[in-house]
């Protein structure tokens, strides 16, 4: 399948950069240039904020109803379209087909469980504590135009995820998409146009990341930030976001625990946490990373877990039964090399893996360590690939404080058997998502977000409309 060059979307338009710029795109199972993907500039961005404001002004007045028709339609069209969308996917990003088809139909189901969520955004009347004829009403209202800033690893979902609850609740949005990967993006924003969405409510640009951040989030026109990314970064930008009192959402990095107990099911944990972790070639922010096992079953789970990695297949994404693609850039590769060679220099045994595979594309093989030492950097920093570290526990409220030694709190993942040791886990792992006995399911009406220095704010449940709301406060004295 030919890979496209991708244009800007600004106002209802497809369209070059003012300035005629471009950038490359790379696929990451060759290494070779694919396509170009148009350069936003500063005359770009003001045109698409221009727009974004009277897409409001448009979207805000429309009622629910015919709001969630257009986006029932433009999922109907993802859904029909998937079988030509994930072959892009695939191309710019590097993951299996089936994974990236998967990503797709996902995104499809989410905007249509968003189109009935935009009927329940309610307000409510309060009872006057004097006078009868003293009506008190909340209200709630969209923000305003959204800037919205997502990553490579999941070129549809993480837009989705922002565009779904942005539109519900009645907001514009322009969305800075990685350059990196832009045709999946441009596809699922293909479809919003192609079903009749009013020019400037949802709007596509690419560029550098720090300078349209750095432009589009003190700019009067917008209101409200959502970003992806990794942790000093939305630091960053929650700062820069808070010096212009700007609502902002934040999904940031993690560093996923896995707690597998004496009494689990062996079986289950290898497949259902191999799955997750080897999955987008471990480049999923809540990827199980730091594998707590009980002494008692460490080895018979280390080992079972290595031969799991072993048996996948790696390869192009777009070949035949590859069950792990490549790195997404070559930046990947250096990071899992360094974090490899450093923790068998502290002490680490490995188990499987541990080396680039070939000499173009990024590939690297499914890494198993055991034994790694808490100072090894696999175990503080967040590894983002197929690398997993194994170390061992006494007492479940060890593997606990482990797990929260981090100052990462996005997701964690556990197996037992026992209800008592659920109830611990539940009451006692500090992770915005916790997985019992089974691997990651996020679904669009289960909150997604993290705590502590994994951000705030929901990107899935009717808790992530909230943020894309101003709830208001009208009293009206009947006379």
Known sequence: MTYPNTQLYINGQWQDAAEGRTLAVFNPASGKEIGRVAHAGKADLDKALEAAQKGFETWRDMPPADRAKIMRKAAALIRERAGEIAPLLTQEQGKPLVEAKGETMAAADMIEWYADEGFRVYGRLVPSRGKPELRQMVIKDPVGPVAAFTPWNFPINQVVRKVGPALAAGCSMLVKAAEETPAGPAAFVKAFADAGIPPGVLQLVYGDPAEISGYLIPH??????????????????????????????????GHAPVIVCEDADIGLAVKAAGAAKFRNAGQVCISPTRFLVHESVKNEFAQAFAKYAQGLKVGDGLAEGTQMGPLA????????????????????????????????????????????????????????????????FNKLEEAIAEANRLSFGLAGYAFTKSLKNADLLTRRVEVGMLWLNMPAMPSAEMPFGGIKDSGYGSEGGPESLEAYLNTRSVAVMNV
């Open 220 to 253: 009067r026109v917008i209101r409200k930030v959502t970003f992806t990314g990794s942790t000093p970064v939305g630091k960053q930008l929650a700062a820069l976001a808070g010096q212009h009192m700007k609502r902002v959402t934040m999904e940031l990095g």
């Open 329 to 392: 850039n070559p930046r990947r590769v250096s990071a899992m090399a360094e974090i490899h060679e450093d923790a068998v220099k502290k002490g680490a045994t490995v188990l499987t893996g541990g080396k680039r595979i070939g000499d173009s594309g990024n590939f690297w093989e499914p890494t198993v360590l055991v034994d790694v030492p808490l100072e090894a950097k696999v175990f503080n920093d967040e590894p983002f690939g197929p690398v997993a570290g194994i170390r061992s």
